[in-house]
């Protein structure tokens, strides 16, 4: 009986909706979507597990807001009253920085899967680009964000992530300036990384998902070559609500796993920022920059004449537009079949950052 | 009497799944809301201070804010040379009230509410005097504390 009046209850507000939204019309959409199934399935949940981890990003940067001071003064010591005061304070915090580890994760396997199962072909190439930006865009979130706590590791972090760039001849010294607001890192840094982090980056976020999901949708999900060499990808599941209700299982566990790691190891706050004291040993960047930090290590002063440092910032910024510009640069094999350089590729550029991270963490800094 | 009626399969799922989505629901929301509460400051425990100005620089018929502990105070000295002081914030919606010495007494710019050399609300939407503090004076000092 009471079932009965509560499903009406629930057909008439989905009535009074409907009249004024037209949210029918959207159903078919919804359910016009369908997952292949095969073998590579379990890659196609990382898009949406992105999305999820982003969401989680807004929604515990919001609540951040109410107690950080972005300044030299007081945003150091907000945190610290954040972490000890606050209730569940650390609890927020942790997520945030957690969460924001692992979404940079996520997208990596996100952009390598997608790589290696050639789903950036025609007619995905700018699927493929905005999805490029997007990584570059959650770096400099991180980026961005690793300096607001005003430590002493985020401090020399920042000064040395924006020494990088100055070495670009002609434009590099402004670059530099421009980033930090002035010679060097101070107050006017923090203010500018916080407008970046908080409105300008995530802006420019929203609409790029915008975008890429707006394409996802359009194109549908791409089958790789691999399985439709040998058939497969026939069967399919609809989008809403079979493959939805798996990402939801998906974004239950990551919220599990980051409030247990929020729980067991706290984001950590460490020193506050002294301009005039020493770098502390052990100086390292978060590890999505530590290979390209470990790299820059074993550049010489000068190689052929040229600044190391220059060759090195030249050669990841082709790496970053090799990245981008992918899908023009691969044109596919002999006779359809994929070309195997750009496997090999990958897999060397993975095995790279592996190693050199690999290294960047158990190399002795103090040799 | 018992209902010999058993309970259906289903009817049976959605009372574990409801009851578990409301359980992660509370789970999250009960550290957000707390979260948001502002936690507890210690309220100053000022009970007197001394102000930064001496009775020899504060001309008659003038009035000047001080600060009482994190509040503002109004130290007002009368025409005839006597002292006084109250809490500077209007009963009204809070604002910080001055001394007019055109009208010769304690004014507010917000709402134009009126004051006497005594504190009571005499024009205006105030509802309530101002809060008078003790104004006590060695040699040149100013000393207010708590009535």
């Given at each position: 009986m009471t079932e009965q009046r509560h499903a009406g209850a629930m057909r008439r507000l989905w009535q009074w909706l409907d009249y004024r939204v037209g949210l029918s019309e959207l159903l078919p959409l919804a359910r016009k979507k369908r997952v292949p199934i095969h073998r590579h399935t379990f890659w196609y949940y990382m898009g949406g597990m992105l999305v999820f981890l982003f969401m989680l990003q807004v929604a515990t940067g919001v609540l951040l807001l109410f107690y950080y001071r972005p300044s030299s003064e007081g945003a150091?010591?907000?945190?610290?009253?954040?972490?000890?005061?606050?209730?569940?304070?650390?609890?927020?915090?942790?997520?945030?920085?957690?969460?924001?580890?692992?979404?940079?994760?996520?997208?990596?396997?996100?952009?390598?899967?997608?790589?290696?199962?050639?789903?950036?072909?025609?007619?995905?190439?700018?699927?493929?680009?905005?999805?490029?930006?997007?990584?570059?865009?959650?770096?400099?979130?991180g980026f961005t964000g690793y300096l607001l706590p005003w430590n002493e590791l985020a401090f020399f972090a920042t000064r040395?992530?924006?020494?990088?760039?100055?070495?670009?001849?002609?434009?590099?010294?402004?670059?530099?300036?421009?980033?930090?607001?002035?010679?060097?890192?101070?107050?006017?840094?923090?203010?500018?990384?916080?407008?970046?982090?908080?409105?300008?980056?995530?802006?420019?976020?929203?609409?790029?998902?915008?975008?890429?999901?707006?394409?996802?949708?359009?194109?549908?999900?791409?089958?790789?070559?691999?399985?439709?060499?040998?058939?497969?990808?026939?069967?399919?599941?609809?989008?809403?609500?079979?493959?939805?209700?798996?990402?939801?299982?998906?974004?239950?566990?990551?919220?599990a796993i980051l409030a247990a790691m929020a729980a067991f190891f706290p984001a950590e706050l460490g020193e506050k920022a002294d301009p005039f004291a020493s770098a502390p040993i052990g100086i390292k960047p978060e590890w999505y920059f530590m290979f390209m930090f470990q790299s820059l290590k074993y550049f010489p002063a000068r190689v052929l004449g040229v600044e190391g440092e220059l060759v090195g910032v030249l050669a990841f910024g082709f790496m970053a537009a090799v990245l981008v510009l992918m899908p023009f640069l691969d044109r596919g094999g002999k006779d359809g079949r994929p070309d195997p350089f750009w496997n090999i590729l990958a897999w060397g550029t993975l095995l790279y950052i592996i190693v050199l991270t690999y290294v960047g963490y158990t190399a002795d800094s103090t040799l | 009497m018992r209902s010999k009626r058993l309970m259906s399969r289903k009817r049976f799922v959605d009372w574990i799944l409801g009851t578990t989505a409301g359980g992660f629901l509370?789970?999250?929301?009960?550290?957000?809301?707390?979260?948001?509460?502002?936690?507890?400051?210690?309220?100053?425990?000022?009970?007197?201070?001394?102000?930064?100005?001496?009775?020899?620089?504060?001309?008659?018929?003038?009035?000047?804010?001080?600060?009482?502990?994190?509040?503002?105070?109004?130290?007002?000295?009368?025409?005839?040379?006597?002292?006084?002081?109250?809490?500077?914030?209007?009963?009204?919606?809070?604002?910080?009230?001055?001394?007019?010495?055109?009208?010769?007494?304690?004014?507010?710019?917000?709402?134009?509410?009126?004051?006497?050399?005594?504190?009571?609300?005499?024009?205006?939407?105030?509802?309530?005097?101002?809060?008078?503090?003790?104004?006590?004076?060695?040699?040149?000092?100013?000393?207010?504390s708590r009535l």
């Open positions: 150091f010591e907000s945190i610290q009253f954040l972490m000890a005061e606050v209730e569940f304070g650390w609890l927020i915090r942790s997520i945030h920085a957690w969460g924001a580890n692992l979404m940079v994760f996520t997208a990596f396997v996100h952009m390598f899967s997608v790589y290696l199962l050639k789903a950036y072909r025609a007619p995905r190439e700018l699927t493929w680009m905005t999805g490029a930006g997007l990584l570059f865009l959650a770096m400099g979130l040395v992530g924006t020494e990088i760039p100055a070495v670009i001849p002609g434009v590099g010294p402004f670059i530099r300036e421009f980033l930090r607001g002035g010679d060097d890192v101070t107050g006017a840094t923090l203010t500018r990384f916080y407008a970046l982090h908080i409105s300008v980056l995530p802006g420019l976020m929203i609409l790029l998902v915008g975008l890429h999901v707006l394409l996802v949708q359009r194109h549908g999900m791409s089958v790789p070559p691999s399985v439709e060499a040998e058939g497969g990808g026939k069967t399919s599941i609809s989008f809403f609500p079979n493959f939805v209700l798996r990402d939801l299982v998906g974004w239950l566990s990551a919220l | 509370m789970s999250v929301l009960y550290p957000v809301t707390r979260y948001l509460v502002p936690p507890d400051v210690a309220e100053s425990a000022v009970s007197s201070v001394v102000l930064p100005f001496a009775v020899s620089e504060f001309p008659r018929n003038s009035g000047r804010i001080f600060r009482f502990g994190t509040q503002p105070g109004i130290m007002i000295r009368t025409s005839s040379g006597e002292l006084r002081a109250f809490s500077a914030r209007c009963t009204h919606l809070d604002c910080t009230v001055q001394y007019r010495d055109d009208l010769h007494h304690i004014w507010c710019a917000c709402h134009n509410g009126h004051f006497d050399l005594s504190g009571r609300n005499i024009a205006g939407p105030p509802p309530e005097p101002l809060p008078a503090f003790n104004v006590n004076v060695r040699g040149d000092q100013i000393v207010v």
